[in-house]
């Protein structure tokens, strides 16, 4: 019981900052697994505090605002997180309707509610879902939305039911420049909207994407698929995923794909909703409290939650710049501990107001270290976080370039020579194998090598003194060094570490001047005319190559024996194309395709980008292929490919 009022308690300041003041202080992640818990005691007990939200759908109307009745009530939707949960709540609408109805399967937006009317055809009014029975009216806000029309074609008294959402661009968008930073898209959706000033919703460029009908005159709609077909046709911004899923395996199958295709997307969806196709039976199945029983919100794993900093470290990076890294208090995100977060640069610490000992939000995309974007709480403990005055390895004073910090000494930093000397290695640089980032830290500290071209001068007696290393360790690291003389201009050219040049860089200047004398020459002017080349790229390029220093070290490499392969340009069906693989071929393996299209004269890219021409789909592509379609690029499938290799191919 102690804890059931706790957990009330908690879980009400929480819809409170969520609902009301769109500012909350914790994740949905945690949020959920409060209200659950809460759940359950419930359930366990059978004893309902008369203040539970699990019994209402929360927010209060804001000060300020007019009140607007909903002519029909808006609920909240019942959850589910696995199959299992899924199963059940299947197993529960053949209970009451006798048989498996149809579903239709849409993407869950994570936004505001937004509930319009219209008489006449015209936009009368705007309202928040509120208590699901009263709302704030935003009829001025929303009317600066420009995807929601002022007039539609049915002139009946009719309630639009949707969400507002900030797209992730406008979102990424408004906080780069933005003094305070939104927390994330749902929050900048909310507070546009619940905001007095319906310029700063204007400002903000949200979009009303419409999922429902909920009052309307006549009885219009037997279906929902009838029900999006007229938000078509009404000038409503509909969203492209709508499915028809009849049984729990296809609609797992459908919710992977939608999992799967997330990160292409430009809005934020927190799950997805699926809701039973006819609208009869819905009637026959009615609502709880609190939410249909006819529709259920499919959670997907959440992307964001909350921890503590703990503190800052500054780490100096091979081109000796300094760059922040939150160390976290350690917290499950996605399946992994989360211990550490990138923080960018100092001037991003500021905006965002972060601050040590204070409690973050941190997101996690697929595979990459998760990014700080926004402060959830401060407390008497908070520090702010101080800006290096020296280098925090080698104690040289710190020179500031735009948002940046760089060590002024680079020559003589053990970080920045060692990650150096690792990145020379890599296999996409000279490809030494065995010289990796410990044993870079032995040549430094034990013999003194500093710059690459010492490695070729490396014997064998010199590199028995190393720690670890025996004859056999000794003499493979010798011959891979060898081996790495002969290397290819692409490679060539990203093992300088030249700054912001990255693989795909190099691979493109390589193409580009065909050799590193014409690359040495090249202008700013003609380095800008090449696709994806900015401004910072360009001068880093020329301004490397102004630097004797650099001259003299190249030089000394080519002393030392390396020589530069240049690939001849080869010519086919490929030609100056670049080409993406992805799904399952079922004539070739992967790495037989990229063979061929090379020895056609393309390129093989593993992402998609803009930069890419063409894209070769094969059985279950994924997001490669959904981004694919997104910029509207030339897809093929493995027939199309193997027509275009005609007769010139044979079989391998
Ligand atoms: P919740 O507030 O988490 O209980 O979820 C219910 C809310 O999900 C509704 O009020 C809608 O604003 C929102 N929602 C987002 N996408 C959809 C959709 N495709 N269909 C129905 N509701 C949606
Ligand atoms: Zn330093």
New binding site residues.
Partial sequence: MDRMKELVKLINKYDKEYYELDNPSISDMEYDALYYELVALEQMSGIVLPNSPTHR??GAVQKGFNKHKHKLR??????AQNRTQLENFFQRVIKAVGYMPKFTL?????????SLTYKNGELVSAAT?GDGITGEEITAQVKTIRSVPLTIHYKGEIEI???GIMRLSVFEKYNETAKTPLKNPRNGAAGAIRNLNPKITASRKLDF?A??VGYVEENLFKTQCEVNQFLRENGFLV?DKFVIVSDVDNAMVELNKIEEHRETLDFM?????L?IDDMSLREKLGYTD??PRW?L?Y?FTAQETTTIVKGVKWQVSRTSKINPLAVLEPVELMGVTVKQATLNNYSDIQRKDIKINSRVFIRRSNDVIPEITAVASHNEDSMEILKPTNCPACGSVVREEGAFLYCTNPDFCAPTIISYLDHFAQKSCMDIEGLSEKTAEQLYNEMHIKYPYQLYYLTMEQLLTLEGFKEKKASNLLSNIEKSKNVTLDRFIFSLGIPSIGRKTARQLADTFQSLEKLMEANTQTLLALDDFGQIMADNVVGFFADDKNIDLINKLLEAGVTIKVEEKKEGIFSGKVVVLTGSLSTFKRSQAAKIIEEQGGKVNDTVSKSVNLVIAGKDAGSKLAKAQKLEIEIWDEGQFINALGSDFIMV
């Fill in positions: 759908v929360g808006l609920y909240s939707l019942d959850k849409e993407h869950k937006f994570d936004g505001l509610t937004v879902r039911l949707g969400e994407l999922y429902n969203d969806i927190d799950g997805a909703v809701k609190k939410f529709a919100a959670k």
